[in-house]
Nanobody, 126 residues
Framework: VQLQASGGGLVQAGDSLRLSCVAS??????????VGWFRQAPRGEREFVAD???????YYQDSVKGRFTISRDNAKNTVYLQMNNLNPEDTAVYYC???????????????????WGQGTQVTVSS
């Protein structure tokens, strides 16, 4: 699985951005994967943001609930992250992730996702 993220940029606090991640898969349908996003702030640790499984069940980090929305378009092999009301604490490199065999108790752990894309930078100015 290869993941290509895009959509990052420089915005002001309160603005919105939508990240996209297109997956190239073989041997297994994109729809069968759990896909999601992590982020890593400057001098910070990598942290879970959100994911969506094959049943379209979503899971969010508490700090983004109500502001971020994850969705998927299986026909386009694409996962989206709509980010609203951004604040400077959201500044980070955002990484797209995927895995075919995540169980509920493992969701949110970086080790649970086998496939990682390159990051896209999101910078929020105050």
């Amino acid at each position: 699985v290869q993941l290509q993220a895009s959509g990052g940029g420089l915005v002001q606090a309160g603005d919105s951005l939508r990240l996209s991640c297109v997956a190239s898969v073989s041997g297994r349908a994109f729809s069968s994967y759990t896909v999601g996003w992590f982020r890593q702030a400057p001098r910070g640790e990598r942290e879970f943001v959100a994911d969506i499984n094959r049943s379209r069940n979503t899971y969010y980090q508490d700090s983004v609930k109500g502001r971020f929305t994850i969705s998927r378009d299986n026909a386009k092999n694409t996962v989206y992250l709509q980010m609203n009301n951004l604040n400077p604490e959201d500044t980070a490199v955002y990484y797209c992730v995927a895995d075919s065999g995540i169980i509920m108790s493992s969701r949110g752990r970086s080790s649970a996702y086998a496939y990682w894309g390159q990051g896209t930078q999101v910078t929020v100015s105050s």
